[in-house]
């Protein structure tokens, strides 16, 4: 999430906005110190605009 959020160009802000989340809990998931339910992985896709399991695949 981290990378695809900085390839974007997009803020913590931007895409907590855009997922309708709250920035603390992107932030603290991105630091992995909050794990992160399905439902809001699944928002955070939408907001990138890829398939939800793009997200959780290991590179």
Do not use: C, K
């Not at 630091?31 to 896709?45: G, P």
């Not at 605009?49 to 290991?58: N, Y």
């Amino acid at each position: 999430m981290r990378l695809l959020r900085a390839e974007r160009g997009w803020s913590q802000e931007f895409l907590a906005a855009e997922a309708g989340l709250h920035r603390t809990y992107l932030s603290a998931v991105e630091r992995s110190e909050q794990n992160i339910s399905l439902d809001n992985i699944w928002r955070i896709a939408l907001a990138f605009g890829v398939p939800a399991s793009s997200l959780i695949e290991s590179n």
